[in-house]
């Protein structure tokens, strides 16, 4: 009997103490930090830099970025019910130069990054990655036509991924979320304008375009009617 019972108890001692080693190793586990280094490049921009000589209204800069002068990042968990902004940082732009992010996760959990660049006159960015364009009607206009604005107003690109642990380091390309408007006049139309005695010296157009895009979804949002 007592070779039995000494027997029994060191085997429960073992099974104890290998239970409390596991629930060690497992709160180690989930309170471990890790650091993931972002290098973040926008795309067709690397050869963009803010000319003081370019043409009033930027045309030249067209869609690449000329106006951007913040890059945020913003971090969620991800949960059943969404998402949870978890940290979020901004830094300023500058043509050229690197930009770089190192935020820290926990391992254990899921997380959904977004990277907006972005010009800060012409969007508002909420905590949810929503970017609303400031839209300020022409004054005394009744019917809410806007003004024709510069293009690289509303320039701007972004990024959304999971998070992944596999690598200390990762590379992410943001891109531009809105389309490019570009205006065309034919040649025969300028002739014929010539003839007529008409000098074509400038051309617009009005088009029902989104002013707001929630990065997360990748959804549009709030259409107007604006003149370019």
């Given amino acids: 009997m007592i070779r039995k019972f000494t027997f029994g108890f060191f085997v429960v001692a073992l099974a ?9 190793d497992m709160s180690a586990n989930q309170g471990e930090k890790v650091t993931v280094n972002y290098r973040v490049s926008l795309e067709d921009t690397a050869a963009v830099t803010k000319d003081g000589n370019a043409t009033p ?20 968990t991800v949960e059943d019910e969404g998402y949870t902004l978890f940290t979020s940082e901004e830094v300023d732009y500058i043509s050229g130069a690197p930009i770089e992010f190192s935020p820290e996760f926990f391992r254990n959990q899921q997380y959904k990054i977004v990277f907006i660049a972005y010009d800060t006159d012409a969007y508002v960015v909420s905590e949810k990655a929503v970017m609303t ?3 300020v009607p022409e004054t ?31 590379n992410v390309t943001l891109v531009r979320p809105f389309s490019l408007w570009k205006i065309y006049t034919a ?32 959804a549009f949002a709030s259409p107007v009617e604006m003149t370019f």
């Fill in 16 to 24: 104890l103490l290998a239970s409390c080693n596991k629930a060690e």
């Fill in 57 to 76: 209204d930027g045309t030249a800069e067209y869609g690449k970025g000329a106006e951007i002068d913040k890059v945020r990042c913003l971090v969620y």
């Fill in 187 to 218: 040649d025969e139309d300028i002739t014929s304008s010539t003839t007529l005695g008409a000098t074509l010296k400038s051309a617009s157009v009005t088009a029902t375009v989104n002013t707001a895009y929630d990065v997360l979804k990748g």
């Fill in 133 to 135: 364009y400031n839209m």
């Fill in 140 to 170: 005394g206009s009744a019917n809410m036509v806007y003004p024709v604005l510069a293009p690289e107003k509303y320039d701007a690109f972004t990024y959304t991924g999971d998070v992944s642990f596999s690598g200390a380091d990762a």
